[in-house]
Structure formats: structure tokens, C-alpha cells
């Protein structure tokens, strides 16, 4: 594997000096995570991620603190739950500015014409439009809900 990064690697990398100089130990916890799940991957494909792969890493990383903030927060376990919160923040720097409520409706809007989707079984081909397009910038639980809402 060679040793060329790519941008949003090499943030992140530079990013883990900086908090290590600032003493900033939650940061940095998090920034060595994120480094980890990065390279775990590498590993287990043999290949260097590109961007893309990346922010797909981080997007899975946001996604599993969401689901135990909500499991944290059904067993009353806010101690728990708000240091999940302050991960996701860390790691939502890394990714692109999300997207409003409105613009993501006009993809979905805008997938379902394309596709010429009729119903649920549609699905697949609308979400395979739009994952490219909002990778790292929606959640797509909630986008997945937003387009059962529209395809029933």
C-alpha cells in the first residue's frame, strides 16, 4: 500500500497533531477512532481508501453513535448518551455540510421521476440514485423514511 493520502486522510491526520499539542484528549480519542475504522478497512480490503470511502467509514461511524444515543437514551443512560453526542460532532466535522430538509426532497423528488418509481418495490433504483449524491451529508435512515413516505 503506498503511503499517498488522500485530502480528507490527511486532515484528519493533521488534525490528531493538533488536538495531541492542544492536550484536547475527547478530540483526540476520537480522531484516533475515526484513524482506526479507516485503516481497519484498509487492512480487510488491502486497498487505500479514497474520499469517498472515507466519509462512508464516518457516515457508518455517526450512524452506530445514533442508534446507541437512542439506546442510551431509552435506558435512561444520559451520561452515556451525551458522550455519543459529542463523538458525532467531532466527527460530523469531517464531513460535508448537510443537507436541509428541502434540498433533500428535491433529490428524492427528483430520483423518483428519473426512475420512474412506482411504488415500494421502486425503492432500490431511487436509492441507488441518491446514496452517491448524499453520502456523508443526510442521514439515510431518514432519507429512507422520507422515500417510503412518497412511494406508497
Known amino acids: 500500500m503506498s503511503e499517498a493520502l488522500n485530502a480528507l ?3 484528519i491526520r493533521e488534525d490528531m497533531k493538533t488536538a495531541m499539542k492542544a492536550k ?3 478530540k483526540l480519542g476520537v480522531i484516533r477512532l475515526i484513524l482506526a475504522g479507516i485503516k481497519q478497512r484498509e487492512v480487510d480490503e488491502r486497498i487505500e481508501l479514497d474520499d469517498v470511502q472515507v466519509l462512508k467509514v464516518l457516515d457508518k ?3 452506530q453513535r445514533r442508534d446507541s444515543i437512542e439506546a442510551f437514551d431509552k435506558a435512561n443512560r444520559d451520561d452515556l448518551s451525551v458522550i455519543e453526542q459529542a463523538e458525532i460532532l467531532i466527527i460530523q466535522e469531517y464531513l460535508p455540510q448537510q443537507l436541509s430538509d428541502g434540498e433533500i426532497d428535491q433529490l428524492i ?3 423518483v421521476s428519473e426512475t420512474g ?4 418495490k421502486d425503492m432500490g433504483k431511487v436509492m441507488g440514485i441518491l ?3 448524499l453520502q456523508g451529508r443526510a442521514d439515510m435512515g431518514a432519507v429512507s423514511q422520507k422515500i417510503k413516505a412518497k412511494l406508497v
Open 9 to 11: 486522510s490527511l486532515r
Open 24 to 26: 484536547a484528549k475527547e
Open 61 to 63: 461511524m455517526v450512524k
Open 109 to 111: 423528488d427528483g430520483a
Open 117 to 120: 418509481a412506482q411504488g415500494m
Open 131 to 133: 446514496r452517491p449524491q
